[in-house]
C-alpha cells in the first residue's frame, strides 16, 4: 500500500514545527477523515464542520475548544490516489502554532496505534479457526452522533433530526439466529422505546433538510433513501459462526440504552440483549 504524507507544518518550517509532520504512514483517504476527526475529538474539541475527502474534491474539518478562551482550529485533508495530505492549523494565528501542532500530532498518533491494535486482533481473531473463535453471541449498538455520520453517509444527518446506529451482531456459537430489525429499540431515560423510522422517512427528513438549508440542493428523497438502503442492516438472520452489522436509523434523541432480541432458530428460543450507551 502507498503512503499518506500528514502535514502538520504551517507556512514557516522552522525545526520545532517540522518535527511534527507524519509522513509516508499506510492510511488510506477514508483512514485519514476519520483519525483526524478522531483526534480532534480526543483533545477535546467540538466538531463544527465537516466535509469528507474523497480522491474528486478536498475535506474539511473544524472544531472548536473552550478553556482560557474559545480556540478555534481546521484540519484539511487532501487524496491524491491512494494517498493523503492532512494539514491541521489553529485558526487566526500565523505564529505560535507550535502547541496546537503537537498535540495534534500525539493525539493523530495515538489514534493510528489504536486503530493498529484493534485490525491486528481482528485478523488474528478472524485467522483461528471456527471451533477457537470466541463463543456465545455478541451485540453492539453504536450511535453515531452530529457530523461524524458523513464520513460513512455522506449526509447530514444530524440537522434532519436523524440518528444513525451501526448494528453488529456477532454470532460466536454453532446455532443460527434470527432477529427483526424493526423490533430494536432505543430507550430513553424514561423508560420510552423509540424504534427506527422506515428509510423514506428518514430520507425525506433529510431532502426536507437540505432544501431548507439550500434550495438548490442536488439530492432528492429517492437518491438520499437508495444511499441509506446500501448501508442498512442486512437480512434477519445470522448463521453459525458468522456476523452481519449495517446501519438503523432513528429520530433524534437522548437515548442511554438499546434493546436486540435474537431468535434460536431451531428451538424458538430467545434471547435478549440491552445495550448501554
Known amino acids: 500500500m502507498t503512503g ?3 502535514l ?36 477535546g474539541f467540538t466538531i463544527t464542520a465537516l466535509e469528507p475527502a474523497s480522491p474528486e474534491r478536498p475535506g474539511l474539518l473544524r472544531g472548536t475548544r473552550s478553556g482560557t478562551g474559545d480556540q478555534r ?12 495530505d492532512v494539514d491541521a492549523s ?74 444513525p446506529v451501526r448494528v453488529t451482531i456477532d454470532n460466536g456459537t454453532g446455532r443460527a439466529y434470527t432477529f427483526d430489525p424493526d423490533a430494536i429499540a432505543l430507550i430513553q431515560q424514561d423508560g420510552t422505546r423509540v424504534h427506527a423510522l422506515a428509510v423514506d422517512v428518514a430520507a425525506q427528513r433529510v431532502a426536507d433538510a437540505q432544501r431548507q438549508a439550500d434550495p438548490q440542493a442536488p439530492r432528492d428523497a429517492r437518491a438520499i433513501a437508495s444511499l441509506l438502503r446500501e448501508r442498512l442492516l442486512p437480512g434477519r438472520a445470522v448463521g453459525a459462526h ?12 437522548a437515548y442511554v440504552k438499546g434493546r436486540v432480541s435474537l431468535q434460536d432458530q431451531e428451538s424458538e428460543e430467545t434471547e435478549g440483549f440491552v445495550v448501554e450507551f
Open 8 to 43: 502538520l507544518a504551517g507556512a514557516t518550517c522552522t525545526a520545532p514545527i517540522r518535527q511534527f509532520d507524519i509522513e509516508n504512514q499506510a492510511l488510506t483517504c477514508q483512514q485519514a477523515n476519520e483519525y483526524s476527526l478522531r483526534a480532534l475529538q480526543a483533545m
Open 242 to 253: 458468522q456476523s452481519t452489522s449495517g446501519y438503523l436509523f432513528f429520530p433524534l434523541g
Open 73 to 84: 482550529v481546521t484540519v484539511r485533508v487532501t487524496c491524491t490516489g491512494r494517498t493523503a
Open 90 to 163: 489553529e485558526d487566526g494565528k500565523l505564529l505560535g502554532q507550535l502547541d496546537f501542532k503537537r498535540g495534534f500530532y500525539l493525539s493523530f498518533a495515538a489514534v493510528v496505534t489504536q486503530a493498529e491494535i484493534i485490525a491486528q486482533a481482528a485478523r488474528a481473531a478472524a485467522a483461528l479457526p471456527a471451533e477457537k473463535r470466541a463463543a456465545g453471541l455478541r451485540v453492539l449498538l453504536q450511535p453515531i452522533p452530529g457530523l461524524a455520520a458523513k464520513l460513512e453517509l455522506d449526509v447530514d444527518l444530524a440537522a434532519a433530526g436523524v440518528l
Open 4 to 6: 499518506i504524507g500528514v
